[in-house]
């Protein structure tokens, strides 16, 4: 039996796994703003029906602080999982280049971070790779889409 991997656009995958990154990154350097609830009457006159609902804007206000703050931690749990899996050169190249600052660009990764320093293009093949896996597994847990990500049939044929 064999496993068939799918073929993966490299620049759409790069693309979509650094937005997840990057959402990753807003999610833990931005406090999560917790809603109140307005308890303040209103005194503009309201014209409409009888609608037979009952409103509880305690309630739902509840349920979203804790509904919204359990996912945002649910997804950051689930990035770091992932990229506890990669490879060790996979894992420092994503941890130190997108998920600590903003301001860490490539060249500072692969001539300052490696130890000893790579290529440009041994990095974009790491890179590449820990992109790759980290799409998977993503999809796996149903943070991302693989449709969009697919090689057409025209860049199947350019790499085969």
């Given at each position: 039996?064999?496993?068939?991997?799918?073929?993966?656009?490299?620049?759409?995958?790069?693309?979509?796994?650094?937005?997840?990154?990057?959402?990753?990154?807003?999610?833990?350097?931005?406090?999560?703003?917790?809603?109140?609830?307005?308890?303040?009457?209103?005194?503009?006159?309201?014209?409409?029906?009888?609608?037979?609902?009952?409103?509880?804007?305690?309630?739902?206000?509840?349920?979203?602080?804790?509904?919204?703050?359990?996912?945002?931690?649910?997804?950051?749990?689930?990035?770091?999982?992932?990229?506890?899996?990669?490879?060790?050169?996979?894992?420092?190249?994503?941890?130190?280049?997108?998920?600590?600052?903003?301001?860490?660009?490539?060249?500072?990764?692969?001539?300052?971070?490696?130890?000893?320093?790579?290529?440009?293009?041994?990095?974009?093949?790491?890179?590449?790779?820990?992109?790759?896996?980290?799409?998977?597994?993503?999809?796996?847990?149903?943070l991302m889409n693989m449709e969009p990500l697919s090689a057409s049939?025209k860049e199947r044929q350019k790499l085969g």
């Amino acid at each position: 039996m064999e496993l068939m991997l799918p073929e993966l656009d490299r620049r759409k995958t790069q693309t979509a796994v650094e937005a997840a990154l990057e959402k990753y990154r807003i999610y833990k350097t931005i406090a999560f703003e917790e809603r109140e609830v307005m308890v303040t009457a209103s005194y503009a006159e309201r014209f409409h029906g009888a609608t037979n609902v009952t409103g509880d804007s305690t309630a739902r206000t509840a349920i979203y602080n804790v509904d919204v703050q359990r996912a945002r931690q649910a997804y950051c749990d689930t990035i770091d999982f992932v990229v506890s899996r990669l490879s060790e050169k996979e894992r420092v190249l994503v941890s130190e280049r997108y998920l600590k600052d903003d301001d860490v660009f490539d060249y500072k990764v692969y001539n300052h971070v490696f130890d000893p320093p790579v290529s440009k293009d041994t990095y974009t093949k790491i890179r590449t790779r820990a992109f790759y896996k980290m799409a998977l597994a993503l999809s796996d847990r149903g943070l991302m889409n693989m449709e969009p990500l697919s090689a057409s049939r025209k860049e199947r044929q350019k790499l085969g």
